[in-house]
């Protein structure tokens, strides 16, 4: 079966419009750490770790700072600001208590060893979909 797309084409129906498997990676490992940070920023408030303020005024800044990079991983500089926002992650657990600090370190690590992974596996699944798309190179003799 196929639908419409120009006049006088057709496009099998369930293929749509191809998406960077980095750019897709890359956001939902951002949105994922957004989401550690505000349980980490719910469990420095429960440990008292810092006046509640100044722990949600960071927490939150960075949880939305990562929401809002991983909207702009398709636009230019996009990567550059997820990796820079890896940093503060690492380093935050640094912020907690003795108690609490290597848990989320091993956590900050084991994220950026994931971000690292989407940058190298995404931008490899994209140039084999490139590859795909040419086609095979031309026979030279």
Known sequence: MSTPSEPG?????????????????????LVLEAFVVLFATLVAHGLRAAPAGSVWALGGALAVSLVLAAGVQGRPGGLVVGSVLQVPV??????????????MVVVGVVFVALWIASLR????????RAERTAGPAPATS
């Open 90 to 103: 690492l380093l935050g657990g640094l912020l907690l208590p003795p108690a609490a600090a290597p848990a």
């Open 9 to 29: 084409t057709t496009t099998p129906i369930g293929v749509g419009r191809v998406r960077s498997a980095r750019r897709q990676f890359t956001a939902t490992m």
């Open 121 to 128: 596996l995404g931008g490899r699944i994209d140039r084999e």
